[in-house]
């Protein structure tokens, strides 16, 4: 009897351990299905490491894709030019002198940044180039014939620009749908305080000019008219302070890199850019009579 009942307390013992351990082991791993606090800051420490590295090659992918597309935009620019020429005898778009259809290229020179009253004249420097000169027809009704995708004038990486002729910042950049909502006039540009082109033009070149002669190039928050081009960049440049997208003669486009955005590494640029330029005797009978001139007295840089 007495032999009975311990072995049923034996039993009962074991049966009891045994859902012991099986509840512990269920118990930890349960335990085991979290994080514990240290792991989730491992955790958090890992990821915010990860965002730190690759978020500068993200933001420098875009910004290349960004260069490209403006790269691209200023190609197109170049055939869109190099078509007009073959209308026009030869010559890239330029503006006439008003009252002087004989005008030396010297004068024609001073003519390229000026606006006259419309109906008949045009509008302010390169958007009024645009607007009433390559494309008349078009801000008049008529359709595009050279330029049928006006957001070509903007750069994707340029939201700001100085103000026109001087060094005052800035207009925001603004896209338009039609080549008639250009300003034709310096008030009405001034009214609608917009920078409606990313690029610096070079007018009164000729296609049989040297290929390698700069047309075209990213604009700068400064005064880029006449010898202002090439006087620093800054970091809400197109490009900031890496560079500049240049369109040549012969419509072939060249990024140029730059040490930094200063004076002097802009102006070694420029010295590249423009030397053979300067280097070139005058085309024109008129200019060379001037004395000491050289082929950049030829023509103008407008904005």
Known sequence: MVGQKFEAK????????????????????????????????????????????????????????????????????????????????????????????????????????????????????????IRDVVERDASRGGPAKFLPDPEILICPSDVENNQPFTNNCCWETGEVENYDQLPQSFPQAASLQKSFISYFYVALWRTDDRGDFILMADQSNRDDTTIGSFSGLTQEDNHGTRGMNILFIDSHVEFKQVKSGSFDDTQFLANQIWGPIVASRPRYIGTAQLGNVNRSREVQTIE
């Open 10 to 129: 034996r039993v009962e013992l074991k049966r009891f351990d045994t859902l012991s351990y099986r509840s512990g082991r269920r118990n930890r791993g349960r335990r085991r299905v979290g994080f514990t606090l240290i792991e989730l800051l491992v955790v958090i420490a890992i990821i915010a490491l990860l965002i730190a590295i690759l978020l500068p090659a993200l933001s420098s992918a875009r910004e290349t894709s960004r260069k490209t597309v403006c790269g691209t935009n200023l190609r197109q620019l170049g055939i869109a030019f190099i078509q007009y020429s073959e209308v026009f005898n030869g010559w890239f778009p330029a503006k006439p002198a008003p009252g002087q259809p004989n005008a030396n290229i010297a004068t024609l020179a001073e003519s390229q940044d000026e606006a006259f009253p419309p109906p008949d004249g045009w509008g302010p420097g390169f958007a009024g180039m």
